[in-house]
Nanobody, 122 residues
Framework: VQLQASGGGLVHAGDSLRLSCGAS????????MGWFRQAPGKEREFVAS????????DYADSVKGRFTISRDNAKNAQWLQMDSLKPEDTAVYYC????????????????WGQGTLVTVSS
């Protein structure tokens, strides 16, 4: 599976962005998918995940109520709608697929996209 993330950019605090992640070479319909982020000097951290059938979602406390994860298995893609952005959301955002184990840990995910930079100015 090859994942391609896009949609990052420079925005002001309070603005919205929608990140996209497309999969190629293989379907991801049977995999959980998720988003992580990594700020400069920090470890990669869990942001959100969605089950293969989109019936179950989970969010980091820091983004709950502001971010929404979704997917469309027919399009082999997932999205992360980010509203009410804050400067502390500034990071490189990575999409991921296929988790084995606890989804909060980056090491448990099998496939990764290349990352897209989100910068939120105050």
């Amino acid at each position: 599976v090859q994942l391609q993330a896009s949609g990052g950019g420079l925005v002001h605090a309070g603005d919205s962005l929608r990140l996209s992640c497309g999969a190629s070479r293989r379907t991801v319909r049977n995999y959980s998918m998720g988003w992580f982020r990594q700020a400069p000097g920090k470890e990669r951290e869990f942001v959100a995940s969605i089950s293969w059938g989109a019936g179950t979602t989970d969010y980091a406390d820091s983004v709950k109520g502001r971010f929404t994860i979704s997917r469309d298995n027919a399009k082999n893609a997932q999205w992360l709608q980010m509203d009410s952005l804050k400067p502390e959301d500034t990071a490189v955002y990575y999409c991921a697929a296929q988790v084995a184990g606890i989804h909060y840990y980056a090491r448990n995910w099998g496939y990764w996209g290349q990352g897209t930079l989100v910068t939120v100015s105050s």
